[in-house]
């Protein structure tokens, strides 16, 4: 029985390290700039929204955390407390919702909250959050609430492209397994 335990441990372990590694470079590898809020467009969402479809809430909210969250790390570090809540929350909503679904219109449900909590917790730290942060420490003075709405219409474009990858990711992943 400890055999399995630790070999779970191992296997969720392995599965976390390469999904926040997938959203670490989907992260990375198209990164459109945003002016007005020095934020950028990006698809490391596809990978924690698929992490979390495959493999749950606690997968794909740490994928969440982690991946996108060290893509920052490179170039926008301002951002780094803003994309691990918000893509750890993504994570977690998403696979609470779709995991082992039995139903594409779960899948879809799951995937649709994912994009609203992509939109509306980014506008929320970047209008709200930050701008608070920053009478206390100048490094979170990035945006603003003006800002924030502008980046509405790229946030809401990545999170419908992303959840559109990641949905095909997960089909192709559940045909394999019949």
Same mark, same amino acid.
């Given at each position: ?10 296997? *969720?372990? =392995?599965?976390?390290? !390469?999904? &926040?590694?997938? !959203? ?5 590898? #198209? *990164? ?34 982690? =991946? ?13 407390? &803003? ?22 219109? *779960?899948? &879809? ?5 994912? #994009?609203? #909590? ?5 506008? #929320? ?8 942060? &920053? ?5 979170? =003075? ?5 800002? !924030? +709405? ?5 946030? +809401?474009?990545? =999170? ?5 990858? !990641? ?7 559940? *045909?394999?397994?019949?």
């Amino acid at each position: 029985m400890k055999q399995n335990q630790e070999m779970n441990v191992l296997f *969720r372990t =392995g599965i976390i390290a !390469a999904f &926040a590694t997938l !959203a670490f470079v989907g992260t990375m590898m #198209i *990164r459109i700039p945003i002016p007005v809020t020095g934020g950028y467009f990006n698809l490391g969402d596809t990978f924690v929204m698929a992490a979390a479809l495959l493999y749950g809430p606690m997968v794909g909210g740490l994928v969440g955390m982690i =991946g996108p969250a060290a893509a920052d790390a490179i170039g926008f570090p301002q951002f780094i407390l &803003a994309t691990a809540v918000v893509k750890g929350i993504e994570g977690l909503a998403v696979g609470a919702i779709g995991w082992k679904g039995q139903s594409s219109a *779960r899948s &879809a449900v799951a995937l649709g909250v994912g #994009i609203a #909590i992509l939109v509306s917790v980014y506008y #929320i730290f970047e209008a709200v959050i930050y701008p608070v942060l &920053a009478t206390a420490v100048p490094f979170f =003075g990035v945006t603003d609430a003006k800002a !924030a +709405l502008a980046e509405i219409p790229p946030n +809401l474009l990545q =999170g419908i492209i992303s959840a559109l990858v !990641a949905y095909g990711i997960v089909t192709l992943f559940q *045909r394999k397994e019949q």
